[in-house]
């Protein structure tokens, strides 16, 4: 067992994704927490390198390795349930969280890019295995609490879309997070955008993608950005819009942070920080 000097019992972490965007500021984050200990960076560069010196903030005696399963595997050996925060790509996360899952690490999920049908099998597997898993498509408060205020306009107006802007480097479109506020407009049980014309597309996607309840979205990519998300209510008359800012991923660190202390506590998967927000 490890113990801060306060005597306080440590979380066991993994980072995957370690040398990434994501990865860097919560490496930074974990090294910070006086209840977590980092046990495992996982990446692709700066291999052997310690991960500390990579993110710029001194040696933490954790190498930088490109092997997951014998980092999980070693990690399942700590007293204290361990747990792993992936932010990676979405052609892996899959098979990342069930590797998790499979060796008792508790999974914190914030790469994006998972369809329904994997959060649903990833589900069974995490039921089947009664072990907690966090898939959180967006660690900012910011946002969720721009979600629920969408949700309560949503009362208001038929016509709903929303526009997300994110850095040239995403790999996934739409965002996570625009799929997420789609899907929770769409649980309201309302019909959103009942067509006023006969509408026709001259350039395909000029309309955006259709999400959920007939909910468009569209993705803007562009350097400069970090991430930004609109939803855009009208009615006769009037929009409302309805927007969040992230300038810089520190944002996402106490979202993270909460999640790695809330899922030891679970035994099934929750898709979504407003889940676990008290
Ligand atoms: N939930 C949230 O709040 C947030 C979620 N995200 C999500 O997190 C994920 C990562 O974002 P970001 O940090 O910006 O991305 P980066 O590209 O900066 O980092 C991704 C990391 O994963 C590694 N990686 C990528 N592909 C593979 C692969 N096939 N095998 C092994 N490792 C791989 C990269 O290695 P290498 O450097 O070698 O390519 C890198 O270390 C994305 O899905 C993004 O949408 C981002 C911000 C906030
Ligand atoms: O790739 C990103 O940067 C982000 N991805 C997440 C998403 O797809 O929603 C969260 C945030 O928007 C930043």
């Known amino acids: 067992m490890s113990y801060s000097n306060t005597t306080t019992v440590q979380i066991p972490v993994v980072v995957s994704g370690a040398t990434g965007k994501m990865g860097r500021e919560i490496i930074k984050a974990i ?84 369809t329904e049908k994997q959060i649903a099998d990833l589900a069974l597997f995490a039921d089947k295995a009664s072990t907690g898993c966090i898939i959180a498509p967006n660690f900012s408060v910011g946002v969720i609490l721009m979600q629920q205020a969408a949700i309560a306009a949503a009362r208001y107006y038929q016509h709903v879309e929303i526009i997300e802007l994110h850095h040239n480097q995403k790999a996934d479109a739409p965002s996570g997070t ?45 350097p400069g950005l970090v991430a930004r998300q609109e939803i855009i209510f009208g009615s006769m008359g009037e929009t409302l819009k309805i927007e969040h800012n992230a300038s810089d991923r520190t944002c996402y660190m106490a979202g993270v942070l909460l999640c790695v202390r809330k899922v030891l506590a679970l035994k099934s998967l929750v898709y979504g920080l407003e889940k676990v927000l008290a």
């Open 178 to 222: 625009a799929i997420k506020t789609a899907q929770m407009l769409s649980e309201l049980g309302q019909a959103f955008n009942p067509a006023s014309v006969q509408e026709q597309e001259h350039l395909a996607g000029a309309r955006g993608a259709v999400c959920g309840e007939n909910i468009r979205i569209h993705s803007l990519r562009l």
């Open 31 to 114: 090294a910070k927490a006086p209840d977590m200990n980092l046990v495992g960076a996982i990446g692709r560069q700066h291999l052997g390198e310690d991960i500390g010196e990579v993110v710029g903030i001194g040696e933490l005696e954790i190498p930088v390795t490109n092997n997951l399963e014998v980092v999980l595997a070693q990690a399942a050996q700590e007293s204290q349930l361990p747990v792993m925060i992936d932010v990676t790509h979405p052609s892996i996360i899959y098979d990342n969280i069930r590797s998790a899952i499979a060796y008792g690490v508790r999974p914190v999920v914030g790469t994006t890019g998972l």
